[in-house]
């Protein structure tokens, strides 16, 4: 790289005019002064050359001195004692290469120069950097350390589920501040009930306060300028300074601070930073106390119902119940739980309901009652088992009620219709028999006449009787507990059935010694007519109808009425006391029905009860407590 | 003794005529309400055994109908009122109250006898 160079012969002349100046020479590349030796002086004291950057070529004509020492004390890099044009041409073209070289040396110095601040400039900006990154690292340091803090805090105010473990976590993490007063939560449910919830000990305690006169401050719990006197006088005690929180609707945290302004500064720093966590735990904790208090109540309130409740899913599990439905916890299928069966109960609705979206009830019966379920399917969730309320009604009762009206209202249908029987009988069996009686007297003994005469009394007689005791049997309204003779009772309603026993062998053994008991005749008659009824009806052919009674202790009479008709199935034999239950066809059921039977003879204090065995036949048996000796006598 | 028995079933008038007649009265029977008062009318019997319930009159207005009954007595007779019946109701003004039916016919000849003094 040859750079172009520009030489500037200078005449002494003009050094030697006043508008010279050295420094303009600097614009060339190499500057040639060519004077006489004894000028020398003079050059130099207008030109220092060493403050001259441009190389300078002196050419010094008839030169005799030695001047090498000057020279050399000079930025002078040639000097020719002689003009000699070939040696000048030389010199300058010497001068140029040099001029070259220096201005790379100068170049290259110059580059390392600026390569220098660069480096100088990159330590700098290294070490502001590195001085940013402690500072930053100590920040973030003092930012972690207050995140850690804050995780520590919100892991143990957490676990807090109540307001007590709320207020407890509170206290314990405000220690650090010891000159804070009380901690504790408002509950501002209305203008005129304020509630205080504090520790006390360790319990929670909720007191209601608001002195009268005193109004809610609500709206001044943002400044804390009344605050102060507000708690002092509802809490009857000097009261610093209040730092509150709104955590929640009416729910707010009263901090009393006894801080200085100074200390106060990073307390409430500390206050703030917790705010979030304790407004979001207060709202779980709140939330939480709503949703058990709702759930408790509502848990309350189906226990409270009688009738048993259950959800259950379409295989029958048990998902939730009252206590009506079941005690226990062990929830397992609803027929174990409910039913104690195996099975799904006969009559439940589910078996359908689970395949069809319109809601059906069922009854079914469980033990000795008899209950109607109502079913009604809870929201589905798709893909989930679908899932029924059950809510059992028991029936029992007033199906026995019901079964007891219509026996009543059945017996004043034949009470009525005994009596115009009665009437209508009565005489012309009065007149037979009278007529018999008289003609009886006129008869000669032991005549064909005499004895038919005999047989038409009797007859009249026994007519006569059977339309007595069928008053009797229907008298419905004699509801009297009477000291009855039970014999007597059988023998009276033996003869009513007489059509119906026609076919059968009827045998009496009225073993018993004792056999007055405390029936009401008539409702007693009509147990004896239903158990004799149903002995004819289960025998089919010919059979045998037994009456046994005896004492099987000397306060007990006991009735025994067999047959040897076809017996009890053991599936049916645990139902056959249950209300409508009927292995009758329907226009044969028309008796009492065994729970009504039943019913009258528990309301006799006595207990009825059976043995059955399928194609022997079936024994039914009643205990009564005999009356006491003295009514025994008096009847 | 005069007596008049007034019932609407023939078999009883019959037999009570029979035993009544055996025991030395005079009795004349009437089978309903509207014949009894003629009857009763006409001979002025000492005694009339009425039935309570027939179906053209019953008792108490054949009763209405007899007045002061002119010195007759009355004996009442009823199947259908039952045993709580059986005193005599002394609004009636009778001599006696006898419940049908009848164990034994003589026990109540003997029964109306002592009635009619």
């Known amino acids: 790289m040859h750079e172009n160079v520009s030489s500037i012969n200078i005449p002494l002349s003009e050094i030697k005019s006043p508008q010279f100046r050295a420094g303009d020479l600097e614009i060339a590349s190499l500057v040639i002064i060519n004077l006489p030796k004894h000028d020398l002086e003079y050059v130099a004291g207008r030109i220092d050359f060493n403050l001259l950057s441009t190389p300078v070529v002196l050419v010094l004509n008839g030169t005799d001195i030695d001047i090498t020492e000057w020279i050399n004390l000079r930025n002078v890099n040639y000097f020719i004692q002689d003009d000699k044009p070939e040696v000048q041409a030389r010199l300058v073209e010497l001068s140029k290469t040099r001029i070259q070289r220096r201005t790379v040396i100068k170049q290259i110095a110059e580059q390392s120069k600026s390569a220098d601040s660069v480096v100088q400039e990159q330590e700098e900006q290294i070490i502001a950097k590195t001085l940013d990154i402690e500072l930053s690292n100590q920040e973030q340091n003092q930012k972690l350390k207050r995140e850690r803090q804050l995780l520590k805090f919100l892991k143990d105010i957490a676990l807090a589920d109540f307001y007590d473990s709320f207020l407890r976590s509170i206290k314990n993490e405000f220690k650090v501040f010891h000159a804070l007063g009380e901690i504790f939560l408002v509950d501002l449910k209305s203008d005129n009930d304020l509630a205080i919830l504090n520790l006390k000990v360790s319990d929670l305690w909720r007191e209601h306060k608001l002195p009268a006169g005193q109004s809610n401050p609500i709206g001044d719990f943002q400044g804390t300028k009344n605050l102060s006197t507000f708690f002092a006088n509802l809490l009857q005690r000097p009261f610093g300074k209040v730092v509150p929180m709104n955590l929640k609707g009416n729910y707010f945290l009263i901090v009393e601070s006894h801080l200085s302004d100074i200390q106060n500064v990073p307390f409430q720093e500390f206050f703030n930073d917790r705010q979030e966590i304790l407004k979001m735990v207060f709202d779980k904790i709140d939330n939480e106390e709503k949703m058990n208090s709702f759930s408790f109540r509502w848990e309350k309130i189906f226990d409270f119902i009688k009738d048993p409740i259950a959800i259950v899913d379409e295989d029958y599990n048990v998902i939730a119940h009252n206590d009506a439905f079941h005690r226990q916890g062990d929830l397992r299928k609803c027929y174990e739980v409910f039913a104690g069966g195996h099975q799904p109960c006969s009559g439940c609705p589910l078996e359908q309901n689970r395949n069809s979206s319109t809601m059906k009830n069922g009854n079914i019966i469980v033990a000795n009652s008899a209950f109607d379920v109502m079913a009604f399917e809870l929201g589905n969730v798709e893909g989930a088992k679908r899932s029924f309320v059950h809510t059992y009604k028991d029936q029992t009762e007033s199906n026995v009620l019901q079964l007891e009206v219509i026996q009543k209202k059945k017996m004043a249908t034949i009470g009525r219709l005994a009596g115009h029987l009665s009437h209508e009988l009565n005489n012309p069996l009065t007149g037979i028999r009278s007529m018999a009686q008289i003609l009886l007297k006129e008869a000669i003994p032991a005549t064909p006449t005499h004895k038919d005469l005999i047989e038409i009394e009797s007859a009249a007689q026994r007519s006569l009787s059977v339309i007595k005791n069928f008053i009797e049997f229907s008298d419905n309204k004699n509801t009297r507990i009477e000291s009855t003779d039970i014999h007597g009772l059988i023998e009276r309603t033996m003869p009513l059935m007489k059509t119906s026993l026609r076919n059968h062998v009827v045998m009496k053994n009225l073993n018993a010694v004792n056999y007055t008991a405390q029936v009401n005749p008539p409702l007693f008659q009509q147990v004896l007519f239903n158990l004799i009824k149903n002995a004819i009806q289960a025998m089919s052919e010919k059979g045998r109808v037994t009456i046994e009674t005896y004492n099987p202790s000397s306060t007990i009479f006991k009735i025994s009425i067999s047959d040897t008709g076809k017996g009890i199935p053991p599936s049916v034999q645990p139902l056959i006391f249950q209300p409508f239950f009927t292995t009758k066809e329907k226009n044969q059921g028309n008796g009492l029905g065994l729970s009504i039977v039943k019913s009258i003879v528990e309301s006799f204090n006595g207990k009825i009860y059976f043995t059955s065995e399928e194609g022997v036949g079936t024994q039914f048996h009643i205990e009564l407590p005999l009356a006491s000796r003295n009514e025994n006598t008096s009847h | ?117």
């Not at chain 2, 009570?16 to 055996?22: G, H, N, S, T």
């Not at chain 2, 009823?78 to 003004?93: D, I, M």
């Open chain 2, 1 to 117: 003794m005069k007596i008049l028995v007034i019932d609407d079933e023939v078999l009883i008038t019959m037999s009570l005529k029979r035993a009544l007649e055996k025991r030395g009265h005079a009795v004349e029977v009437a089978n309903g309400g509207v014949q009894g008062l003629e009857a009763w009318r006409r001979i002025k019997p000492d005694l009339v055994v009425l039935d309570f319930i027939m179906p053209d009159m019953n008792a108490d207005q054949v009763l209405a109908e007899m007045g002061d009954r002119g010195g007759t007595k009355v004996i009442l007779m009823s199947a259908y009122l039952g045993e709580k019946t059986v005193e005599k109701p002394p609004s009636l003004q009778i001599e006696l109250f006898i419940k049908k039916p009848f164990e034994n016919i003589f026990d109540i000849c003997d029964l109306i006898e002592k009635a009619a003094g």
